[in-house]
Nanobody, 123 residues
Framework: QLQLVEFGGGLVQPGGSLRLSCAASGDSLDYYDMGWFRHAPGKEREGVSCISASGETIYYVDSVKGRFAISRYNAKNEVHLQLNDLKPEDTALYYC????????????????WGQGTQVTVSS
């Protein structure tokens, strides 16, 4: 069974950067499309970005385009999300998960969630 652990979050000032990582165990990520979601207090969970199993297809929600970059390193069973030019509205708990598809949006989760990593953007 796929198990995921996210890390790399923290407190940064507006305009700062963070690199989130998602480490998998229990199964290989080679065949999974992977997505990053975030959940802010008082808001619905939002699919932020995803990457196909091959890495050929990448999607970003409009609010993070040009600022976030998703990547995967299948040999290490890891997925990463580089967060640049962070804004206060990016504050949320960020999760990675295997998703059903990554084409024109972040697909539905296949059910494996980590504990999340908190990103707080504040001056």
């Amino acid at each position: 069974q796929l198990q995921l652990v996210e890390f790399g979050g923290g407190l940064v000032q507006p305009g700062g950067s963070l690199r989130l990582s998602c480490a998998a165990s229990g199964d290989s990520l080679d065949y999974y499309d992977m997505g990053w979601f975030r959940h802010a207090p008082g808001k619905e969970r939002e699919g932020v970005s995803c990457i196909s199993a091959s890495g050929e297809t990448i999607y970003y929600v409009d609010s993070v385009k040009g600022r976030f970059a998703i990547s995967r390193y299948n040999a290490k069973n890891e997925v990463h999300l580089q967060l640049n030019d962070l804004k206060p509205e990016d504050t949320a708990l960020y999760y990675c998960t295997a998703v059903a598809e990554c084409i024109t949006h972040v697909g539905a989760t296949l059910g494996s969630w980590g504990q999340g990593t908190q990103v707080t953007v504040s001056s």
